[in-house]
């Protein structure tokens, strides 16, 4: 079996599903508009990733998973669960209609994005199959450099530290050009080497260490996306250790990470408490969903009538509708942080005193779901509903579409196809955390930061880390296969000589 990596889904097959899909919520009692608006909504979603080329370009990667993580999963949950649709929202109608209408909108971006994109991609394939292996070791020790320069070096806004953080993605980008180079160099029966598994280890154990659900899965959707992306042929051993990581990391690790958040404290790691917490993962279990129980019946969040561990992190749709709910009962916000975030991306060393931007804080403290004297939780809302908040449906028609279009173009010029080189499957990955949980501050500051970190990875990855990579393995690396050499014939004509010799 072949990893898929799409670069379209057939129409007909998404007309199917939503089809089935809307048979089942009427069947379970959903408000048959409700059902419809869903079942157009996934429709559109599918020809906005086919027209963004699938998986083989970012902007349909974006669409795959702002669509399939902000909404998809959880209205198939609420059918495998007997549940209505349109139950636990305050008010589904409205907050289908923007789900619909931004994904409508989100197509038209798509689709200009495309024209607007240079042809050939900026960055290009800079990285060659001979330096491919240097440079996954020389990101892998520029990976471990930074990492334990965080440990015992003080940081802080402004420090060259900080801005070194903002634009360390060498252990991710050391996974993909680890795969690639293993998959091309072995022919396609591996996609592991020693450098992918260390990387692999301090991202998914600084995870651990901090508590964090997307450094702990992000090694595993840096593999499978780069191994997807060279079609990589898994065998049923490999799937069967797949099944058994995924139910560890959804069953145990999950509710580890939102337990312990409450020890984590102002320490970068604590210790002591992961080896407590690692120690007594049942006890840490039973005591995260009584909590998530207690949020239920307070009805603070949760599309579902119980708590469903994982796939309660694996929708939007509830915490939108709150502030969708909350925009058509007092009106909409303004433009202006938007405004502040492009205001924001004045650097720390040119603004020292530059204010943190914390709308999600702020949007948070509108719907009632933090404290009043909680300052510092931020809580993740969708471009969409954000949008929709900042300017009600034309925030949805102008505003969201313009943000969302300087976003594509930038990363499709940047990246192209991201079969070609690895940078373009780095943005991938940071798309299936910011394309459902990400706001349009977020959005802005990927257009520059994340942009310009993307280069940052892309030059060091091609002309520096190869180089860093000789002084652990050699010049080269890897074994070159040589030609035969040439051997004398017998009886073979000597060359004519010439006079003068």
Same mark, same amino acid.
């Given at each position: 079996?072949?990893?898929?990596?799409?670069?379209?889904?057939?129409? $007909?097959?998404?007309? &199917? @599903?939503?089809?089935? +899909?809307?048979?089942?919520?009427? %069947?379970? =009692?959903?408000?048959? *508009?409700? !059902?419809?608006?869903?079942?157009?909504?996934?429709?559109?979603?599918?020809?906005?990733?086919?027209?963004?080329?699938?998986?083989?370009?970012?902007?349909?990667?974006?669409?795959?998973?702002?669509?399939?993580?902000?909404?998809?999963?959880?209205?198939?949950?609420?059918?495998?669960?007997?549940?209505?649709?349109?139950?636990?929202?305050?008010?589904?109608?409205?907050?289908?209609?923007?789900?619909?209408?931004?994904?409508?909108?989100? $197509?038209?971006?798509? &689709? @200009?994005?495309?024209? +607007?994109?240079?042809?050939?991609? %900026?960055? =290009?394939?800079?990285? *060659?199959? !001979?330096?491919?292996?240097?440079?996954?070791?020389?990101?892998?020790?520029?990976?471990?450099?930074?990492?334990?320069?965080?440990?015992?070096?003080?940081?802080?806004?402004?420090?060259?530290?900080?801005?070194?953080?903002?634009?360390?993605?060498?252990?991710?980008?050391?996974?993909?050009?680890?795969?690639?180079?293993?998959?091309?160099?072995?022919?396609?029966?591996?996609?592991?080497?020693?450098?992918?598994?260390?990387?692999?280890?301090?991202?998914?154990?600084?995870?651990?260490?901090?508590?964090?659900?997307?450094?702990?899965?992000?090694?595993?959707?840096?593999?499978?996306?780069?191994?997807?992306?060279?079609?990589?042929?898994?065998?049923?051993?490999?799937?069967?250790?797949?099944?058994?990581?995924?139910?560890?990391?959804?069953?145990?690790?999950?509710?580890?990470?939102?337990?312990?958040?409450?020890?984590?404290?102002?320490?970068?790691?604590?210790?002591?408490?992961?080896?407590?917490?690692?120690?007594?993962?049942?006890?840490?279990?039973?005591?995260?969903?009584?909590?998530?129980?207690?949020?239920?019946?307070?009805?603070?969040?949760?599309?579902?009538?119980?708590?469903?561990?994982?796939?309660?992190?694996?929708?939007?749709?509830?915490?939108?509708?709150?502030?969708?709910?909350?925009?058509?009962?007092?009106?909409?916000?303004?433009?202006?942080?938007?405004?502040?975030?492009?205001?924001?991306?004045?650097?720390?060393?040119?603004?020292?005193?530059?204010?943190?931007?914390?709308?999600?804080?702020?949007?948070?403290?509108?719907?009632?779901?933090?404290?009043?004297?909680?300052?510092?939780?931020?809580?993740?809302?969708?471009?969409?509903?954000?949008?929709?908040?900042?300017?009600?449906?034309?925030?949805?028609?102008?505003?969201?579409?313009?943000?969302?279009?300087?976003?594509?173009?930038?990363?499709?010029?940047?990246?192209?196809?991201?079969?070609?080189?690895?940078?373009?499957?780095?943005?991938?990955?940071?798309?299936?955390?910011?394309?459902?949980?990400?706001?349009?501050?977020?959005?802005?500051?990927?257009?520059?930061?994340?942009?310009?970190?993307?280069?940052?990875?892309?030059?060091?990855?091609?002309?520096?880390?190869?180089?860093?990579?000789?002084?652990?393995?050699?010049?080269?690396?890897?074994?070159?296969?040589?030609?035969?050499?040439?051997?004398?014939?017998?009886?073979?004509?000597?060359?004519?000589?010439?006079?003068?010799?």
């Amino acid at each position: 079996m072949r990893l898929p990596f799409p670069d379209h889904v057939s129409l $007909l097959a998404v007309c &199917y @599903f939503a089809g089935i +899909l809307c048979v089942i919520q009427l %069947l379970q =009692g959903t408000n048959p *508009t409700f !059902a419809l608006l869903a079942a157009a909504y996934i429709v559109v979603a599918a020809m906005a990733f086919n027209a963004g080329g699938g998986f083989t370009r970012t902007q349909g990667a974006f669409v795959f998973f702002n669509s399939v993580l902000g909404l998809i999963v959880g209205l198939c949950m609420k059918a495998y669960l007997g549940e209505r649709a349109d139950s636990n929202l305050q008010n589904p109608m409205l907050t289908i209609s923007v789900y619909f209408g931004g994904m409508c909108m989100m $197509l038209v971006a798509v &689709y @200009f994005s495309r024209r +607007l994109s240079a042809k050939h991609a %900026l960055l =290009g394939k800079m990285v *060659t199959d !001979a330096n491919m292996q240097t440079a996954t070791v020389g990101c892998m020790v520029a990976g471990l450099l930074i990492f334990f320069a965080n440990v015992f070096v003080p940081g802080g806004n402004g420090t060259v530290l900080s801005a070194l953080n903002q634009l360390n993605r060498f252990f991710p980008l050391a996974i993909m050009l680890g795969v690639l180079n293993a998959n091309r160099r072995s022919g396609g029966t591996r996609s592991v080497s020693f450098p992918v598994l260390l990387s692999f280890m301090f991202m998914f154990g600084n995870g651990v260490l901090t508590f964090s659900k997307e450094a702990m899965i992000s090694p595993f959707v840096c593999w499978l996306i780069a191994a997807s992306s060279q079609r990589y042929r898994i065998s049923r051993f490999q799937i069967g250790a797949i099944g058994v990581v995924a139910f560890i990391i959804f069953y145990y690790l999950v509710p580890y990470s939102q337990y312990g958040r409450s020890y984590k404290g102002d320490e970068a790691f604590n210790i002591d408490a992961s080896i407590s917490l690692l120690s007594n993962l049942d006890y840490v279990r039973e005591q995260y969903y009584a909590g998530s129980t207690d949020a239920l019946e307070d009805r603070v969040q949760g599309y579902f009538n119980t708590p469903q561990g994982f796939f309660d992190r694996l929708e939007m749709v509830s915490i939108d509708d709150a502030l969708i709910t909350h925009t058509e009962q007092f009106g909409a916000y303004g433009i202006t942080p938007v405004i502040q975030s492009f205001q924001n991306l004045v650097p720390h060393f040119i603004w020292p005193d530059k204010p943190p931007l914390m709308t999600g804080n702020t949007y948070a403290h509108e719907v009632g779901l933090l404290a009043e004297e909680d300052t510092s939780t931020g809580v993740s809302f969708s471009s969409t509903a954000v949008a929709y908040h900042l300017m009600g449906w034309r925030g949805i028609c102008l505003l969201a579409p313009a943000i969302w279009l300087l976003l594509f173009t930038i990363f499709d010029t940047l990246c192209g196809d991201v079969r070609r080189a690895p940078w373009g499957l780095l943005v991938t990955v940071l798309f299936a955390h910011a394309a459902p949980e990400g706001d349009l501050n977020a959005m802005v500051y990927m257009c520059v930061y994340v942009g310009i970190a993307i280069i940052f990875a892309a030059v060091m990855g091609a002309y520096v880390m190869p180089v860093l990579g000789t002084f652990f393995i050699g010049p080269e690396g890897i074994s070159i296969r040589r030609g035969a050499p040439i051997r004398s014939i017998p009886n073979r004509l000597l060359p004519p000589v010439s006079s003068q010799s």
